[in-house]
């Protein structure tokens, strides 16, 4: 395949990656304050109806992008609220948070099925960026949320691993007591983790609305929150590995599109689930990786007690 020919592709792959992207980097501020939160894909889905109803009833995409970045704030705190403050199961309340955001948001987003997006985000080339050979087409002739969400893992990253703060997160995901005992207070970390992830899965669902699919549909997400927590996995928690990661994903979505408007004689059925067989075989060489290499947050699921310190 000749070059100019991988370059639409290749863009496509930004564009499909970026919700992705957008959830998995705030599981990874969760996870790494050790909060697992597999309530990501409700979130997701709260995030693009509050973004679509709000950018349809305003006119203006950023009032949408608000509006998604709280209910999915807004969620996430009732996660920290039941795993941090009541010291209730993570898993479970995960489950049941996707659960009600999936109904929640049908159930706001019900008058608006199938109606288009009034003030979709459109693409614009960032001037000489976007005329560097092949590189400028795939990652600078995109919209501006595909931009933030470069900037938004780069910062993170920054954060996470050269500022004290990033150091106060990591130590309270791998040692609470040892954290608490120098005076960071586990619970403030925990709680401002687990909603930024929330706000970042709200944007996520957000771009699915008002820029990838520019409408909203029912349960839009299609599970791309169950594949954001996988990535976090395979980036072995790092903001800057999801980059690659979410591309991948996204690259094997674009993919299937292209093979069915080639006319390629393959099953719908089997290409709409290669994003998922390409999940599992992550997760299966990720988790051999692991017992080499640093793995998860040592207290990642782990409700923390004073009581007990």
Not at 64 to 88: D, E, N, Q, S
Not at 114 to 124: I, K
Not at 256 to 265: E, K, N, P, S, Y
Request: net charge neutral.
């Amino acid at each position: 395949m000749e070059i100019g020919s991988l370059v639409p592709l290749l863009a496509a792959a930004i564009v499909a990656g970026t919700p992705i992207l957008f959830a998995a980097l705030g599981e990874v501020m969760a996870e790494r304050s050790g909060i697992l939160n597999l309530g990501v894909e409700g979130m997701m889905l709260v995030g693009a109806v509050m973004g679509f109803i709000f950018t349809n009833n305003t006119g203006n995409h950023w009032y949408g992008i608000m509006a998604a970045m709280i209910g999915g704030g807004c969620m996430a705190l009732i996660h920290a609220f039941i795993t941090v403050t009541l010291r209730g199961n993570q898993v479970v309340s995960g489950l049941a948070l996707t659960i009600f955001g999936t109904g929640l948001s049908g159930f706001l987003g019900k008058s608006y099925q199938g109606m288009p997006t009034v003030d979709p985000f459109a693409h614009f080339s960032i001037p000489l960026l976007d005329k560097i050979p092949v590189i400028g087409p795939i990652f600078f002739q995109q919209d501006v949320l595909v931009y933030i969400s470069f900037l938004t893992a780069i910062f993170l990253w920054y954060i996470l691993y050269r500022t004290s703060w990033g150091l106060a997160i990591r130590s309270v995901g791998e040692n609470p007591a040892a954290a608490d005992a120098v005076g960071i207070s586990v619970s403030r970390v925990r709680y401002l983790c687990t909603i930024t992830g929330g706000i970042l899965a709200g944007l996520g669902g957000a771009y699915l609305s008002l820029a990838y699919a520019p409408s909203w549909q029912e349960n839009m997400t299609a599970g791309r929150g169950w594949i954001a927590v996988a990535l976090v996995i395979f980036a072995l928690w790092n903001p800057l590995r999801a980059i690659v990661g979410s591309y991948l994903f996204g690259g094997v979505e674009a993919l299937t599109f292209r093979m069915q408007t080639a006319g390629i004689q393959i099953s719908s059925f089997f290409l709409a689930m290669l994003p998922y067989l390409l999940t599992i075989l992550v997760l299966v060489l990720v988790t051999i990786r692991l017992r080499q290499e640093a793995g998860a947050p040592s207290a990642l699921g782990v409700a923390y007690d004073r009581e007990e310190r």
